[in-house]
């Protein structure tokens, strides 16, 4: 989390310039939609998808309004679920038994289907988004 910490700094100081020279461009346009998102809620539901590239969201987050520590919050809490996923295979692969590969083989799928899926994804994280934003 400190690179995701790092990007947001970077973004923040150094503006627009350090986005477009880190961010490609088809990144930065599927995405600006959530820059006007005050909430970060927009943010949080993309953190949540697999194969969203995360740099790029934190890069793009840095020019959002939402509070520093609101931003890492959301980052941290939108990661939580794989990091779990991650640990808990790892530590049960050298252990035997088939929980560890089957939940490895399920995040892989689901990756997978999150990475051939992406753009459909991203609209329904927006749209999701943008209702919590109207709450």
Not at 75 to 99: I, K, N, T
Not at 103 to 117: H, I, K, P, Q, R
Request: aromatic share 12%.
């Amino acid at each position: 989390e400190v690179g995701s910490l790092a990007a947001i700094l970077l973004a923040r100081r150094f503006g627009r310039p350090a986005v477009d020279r880190f961010v490609p461009a088809s990144a930065a346009q599927k995405f600006s939609y959530h820059l006007n998102d005050r909430s970060g809620a927009g943010f949080f539901a993309l953190f949540l998808l697999p194969a969203v590239p995360d740099d790029a969201l934190c890069f793009l987050a840095g020019l959002t309004s939402v509070p520093l520590r609101r931003m890492m919050g959301l980052c941290l809490l939108g990661r939580l679920p794989g990091f779990a996923v991650l640990c808990f295979a790892g530590a049960g692969a050298g252990q035997g038994g088939w929980a560890a590969p089957a939940v490895f083989v399920a995040a892989v799928s689901v990756g997978l289907a999150g990475w051939f899926f992406s753009d459909e994804l991203v609209d329904l994280a927006t749209r999701t988004s943008s209702r919590w934003g109207r709450r």
